[in-house]
């Protein structure tokens, strides 16, 4: 095996480019906020998704093993298991950190993700959330929502109209088309009781789904900050759905889908 395959497997089966994209965005949000500490954003969601992340699939071993990206942390499940105990600590130093006081919605918040984030792989009887039929991509959608937009909103008191009606409604609808995109690289492993949308409309209808999403995302957040490199990094992110056919493996997904956040998130870290 080359190192060069080594180094692409570690960056997307140890999922440090979505935890990297989280911190990119998570900072650059808090920025156009203008928060003056967004970097400990950025490094709270860094921890908190490299954990979430890593801990879901690490729970998911027993039963989808034969998933490539499963065996891998089956096979250096020592090193995920570390990982994401250091990972953890430091969420949690860098969420104590940004609470301003006591603030009973930022913990409401926090706990809000970590039930989310729990029960999207624990069952409750004998489904999960992501089991649940509708569900699974509005739970990822919803999670990121809070955790990247909301939680900066409510411990800083941000509570601009333009922020509540268009910005964050614009951002679930970001997350909800990527969300959707992985939904069609996962046909081969989800039940068709989870009715998820390329269940429901075949894989090429939700490219359609999901490029017309990103189009309304876009018009949502130009109406708060326009910059022609948010329109570049959502653009990016459309041609990369667009060209979904089903049949690439996990590193299309886990590293050019998912990096391409960072890309929004820069753009927000520029302006």
């Known amino acids: ?12 089966y140890l999922n440090l480019v979505i935890a990297t994209s989280a ?10 906020f203008g928060i003056d500490n967004y970097w ?3 490094f709270f969601s860094f921890f908190s998704t490299f954990c979430v992340y890593n801990s879901q699939r690490l729970f998911k071993l027993n039963k989808e093993s ?45 706990c809000a993700g970590v039930l989310i984030s729990f029960f999207y792989v624990v069952g409750i009887g004998k489904k999960s959330l992501r089991d649940i039929s509708y569900v699974k991509t509005h739970a990822i959608a919803l999670t990121w929502t809070l955790i990247i937009l909301v939680l900066p909103v409510v411990n800083e008191s941000i509570y601009l109209s333009e922020l509540l009606l268009y910005f964050i409604p614009a951002h679930y609808l970001y997350f909800l088309a990527i969300a959707a995109s992985f939904d069609i690289n996962d046909l ?4 068709a009781i989870q009715r998820t949308i390329p269940q429901i409309v075949g894989f090429r209808h939700t490219k359609a789904v999901a490029i017309v999403l990103l189009i309304i995302s876009t018009i949502g ?13 959502i653009l990016t992110q459309v041609l990369l759905i667009g060209r979904v056919t089903g049949k690439q493996n996990d590193i299309y997904f886990n590293i050019l889908i998912d990096g391409a956040i960072a890309l929004l998130g820069i753009s927000y870290l520029a302006i």
Do not use: T
Request: charged letters at 15%; proline letters at 3%; one cysteine or more.
């Open 1 to 12: 095996m080359s190192l060069f395959k080594v180094l692409l497997d570690y960056l997307a």
């Open 23 to 32: 911190f990119a965005l998570a900072a650059g949000v808090a920025n156009v």
């Open 40 to 42: 400990e954003y950025g």
């Open 66 to 110: 034969k998933a490539p990206r499963l065996q891998w942390m089956y096979d250096h499940r020592k090193l995920v298991i570390i990982s994401i105990l250091i990972s953890l600590l430091l969420a949690l130093y860098y969420f104590f950190r940004l609470i301003n006081g006591i603030n009973v919605g930022v913990i409401a918040l926090g």
């Open 188 to 191: 081969k492993v989800d039940p």
């Open 221 to 233: 957040i130009s109406y708060c900050f326009f910059d022609p490199l948010i329109i570049l990094a």
